[in-house]
Antibody, heavy 121, light 107 residues
Framework: DVQLVESGGGLVNPGGSLRLSCAVSGFTFSDYNMDWVRQAPGKGLEWVSSISTQSGRISYADSVQGRFTISRDNAQNSLYLHMDSLRAEDTAVYYCARVVETAEPYYFDYWGQGTLVTVSS | SYDLTQPASVSVSPGQTARITCFGD??????AYWYQQKAGQAPSLFIF???ERPSGIPERFSGSSSGTTVTLTISGVQAEDEADYYCQSADISGSTLFGGGTKLTVL
């Protein structure tokens, strides 16, 4: 079975840093682009970042550009999101999601359960 | 900026038909997708490429597209269908975009 398991969330002070991880199993990780999507408490879904299979193509939402860094380790079947200069508005559940590119635009067929990041002093 | 616009809420009685719309100027040229999210859970794909259903999704869920509007239709709504529903497509730069979400209440 396909599984995506996020970890690394927690409480962090404004201006602080945090690294999220997403461990995957049940499929060939290196065959798939991967994304991070977040959801602020009581709010809707917001796309955060995307990374291609060999990390050659990376993109970010304007709201996190310059502060967040997405990466992956195909040997470890893991996706990461390093978050710097965190702000209160970054408080959200962060989901990793597997990308399906058989259509335009792409979409997500599997999601992790999410990890909560709370930015507060 | 480009948006996908959904109604905030839709309410129906059990057995009735619920229709959730998603409006976006680029939708005539791009596919749309629908996700169901129940309270405390991750989103789950329910419709892809406007109208196709992944395996395991009940037949009462269907999708359609007409011009700038895509519609998720749930026929014979059941109590278990109560959830938030999100449409997804992309903006003009190709970045993934979600609608604001629609809370479906089964009365």
């Amino acid at each position: 079975d396909v599984q995506l398991v996020e970890s690394g969330g927690g409480l962090v002070n404004p201006g602080g840093s945090l690294r999220l991880s997403c461990a995957v199993s049940g499929f060939t990780f290196s065959d798939y682009n991967m994304d991070w999507v977040r959801q602020a408490p009581g709010k809707g879904l917001e796309w955060v970042s995307s990374i291609s299979t060999q990390s050659g193509r990376i993109s970010y939402a304007d709201s996190v550009q310059g502060r967040f860094t997405i990466s992956r380790d195909n040997a470890q079947n893991s996706l990461y999101l390093h978050m710097d200069s965190l702000r209160a508005e970054d408080t959200a559940v962060y989901y990793c999601a597997r990308v399906v590119e058989t259509a335009e635009p792409y979409y997500f067929d599997y999601w992790g359960q999410g990890t909560l990041v709370t930015v507060s002093s | 900026s480009y948006d996908l616009t959904q109604p905030a809420s839709v309410s129906v009685s059990p057995g009735q038909t619920a229709r959730i719309t998603c409006f976006g100027d680029a939708l005539p040229k791009q596919y749309a997708y629908w996700y169901q999210q129940k309270a405390g859970q991750a989103p789950s794909l329910f419709i892809f490429k406007d109208s196709e259903r992944p395996s395991g999704i009940p037949e009462r869920f269907s999708g359609s597209s007409s011009g700038t509007t895509v519609t998720l239709t749930i026929s014979g709504v059941q109590a278990e269908d109560e959830a938030d529903y999100y449409c997804q497509s992309a903006d003009i730069s190709g970045s993934t975009l979600f609608g604001g979400g629609t809370k479906l209440t089964v009365l």
